[in-house]
């Protein structure tokens, strides 16, 4: 009986600590997200692009450095 009570008392503070985990880490990821948003709009967009278009359009170029410094 006593062990069933600690398992469950342990259970019961491992969701808590995860909870609180997931909730920082949602936290930070959505700062750093809003200041790499905020990066990209102000210094690597073109006129009239948006955000996920200079992502994008990013994305493609640094594939392309790569694939043409292996050759």
Known sequence: ???SKL???NEKIADTVVGGYKK?????VGAYKKIED???????????ESVED?????????AQ???TAKH
């Open 1 to 3: 009986m006593a062990k």
């Open 7 to 9: 398992v469950k008392a």
């Open 24 to 28: 920082i880490e949602e936290g930070v």
């Open 38 to 48: 905020g990066f990209v709009d102000k210094f690597l967009t073109h006129e009239g």
């Open 54 to 62: 200079a992502k994008k359009r990013l994305a493609e170029e640094q």
């Open 65 to 67: 450095r790569e694939t």
